[in-house]
């Protein structure tokens, strides 16, 4: 099964493309897609959509790990975040790729055992499980692979029918 895990965000949209066969994990590529601050939203979220169109059709994931929004204090950011996460959502369906959703605490438990993990627990865990050299930069594209792990953990098991796609 090839996962692409995806970390939302408007500034930066973390990603990262695994093969998991068996409880064997294979990274294929991982990085972040940068928008540039000062752009009008609209053309950062074409940008987002543009390259993330670029990687699915690259490397043609069976599923996409998305992150479920999580209400922060600052409304403006949390909107433009939302916005991003649909040009995500919408890119994926368009490309005909399974969506599934996971929130932070389905992740941190996912990876490492416990849901209240801190950020330093997730990128340890997902730099050893993956074998990867030295962890993912920057955070967003750490936790892209989380996501990544985290559908590889649920989606390989029968509970993955319980997962809202």
Same mark, same amino acid.
């Given at each position: 099964?090839?996962?692409?895990?995806?970390?939302?965000?408007?500034?930066?949209?973390?990603?990262?493309?695994?093969?998991?066969?068996?409880?064997?994990?294979?990274?294929? %590529?991982?990085?972040?897609?940068?928008?540039k601050?000062?752009?009008?939203?609209?053309?950062?979220?074409?940008?987002?959509?543009? @390259?993330?169109?670029?990687?699915?059709?690259?490397?043609?994931?069976?599923?996409?790990?998305?992150?479920?929004?999580?209400?922060?204090?600052?409304?403006?950011?949390?909107?433009?975040?939302?916005?991003?996460?649909?040009?995500?959502?919408?890119? %994926?369906?368009?490309?005909?790729?399974?969506?599934? @959703?996971?929130?932070?605490?389905?992740?941190?438990?996912?990876v490492?055992?416990?849901?209240?993990? @801190?950020?330093?627990?997730?990128?340890?865990?997902?730099?050893?499980?993956?074998?990867? @050299?030295?962890?993912?930069?920057?955070?967003?594209?750490?936790?892209?692979? %989380?996501?990544?792990?985290?559908?590889?953990h649920?989606?390989?098991?029968?509970?993955?029918?319980?997962?809202?796609?």
């Open positions: 099964m090839r996962i692409l895990g995806i970390d939302p965000g408007i500034a930066i949209v973390g990603w990262g493309v695994l093969d998991y066969d068996k409880m064997n994990f294979h990274p294929i %590529a991982y990085d972040s897609i940068l928008t601050a000062g752009l009008p939203v609209e053309e950062r979220l074409s940008a987002i959509y543009r @390259e993330l169109s670029g990687i699915i059709e690259k490397y043609k994931p069976d599923a996409v790990s998305v992150e479920e929004l999580f209400w922060n204090t600052n409304q403006k950011t949390g909107i433009t975040v939302a916005e991003a996460r649909g040009v995500i959502l919408l890119c %994926a369906k368009q490309h005909g790729v399974p969506i599934f @959703e996971y929130t932070p605490l389905q992740v941190k438990q996912s490492v055992g416990y849901g209240r993990a @801190e950020k330093k627990q997730v990128i340890l865990m997902v730099t050893t499980l993956l074998k990867l @050299e030295k962890p993912p930069k920057p955070d967003d594209t750490a936790d892209a692979l %989380a996501l990544a792990v985290c559908h590889a649920v989606g390989a098991s029968p509970l993955s029918r319980y997962c809202k796609m």
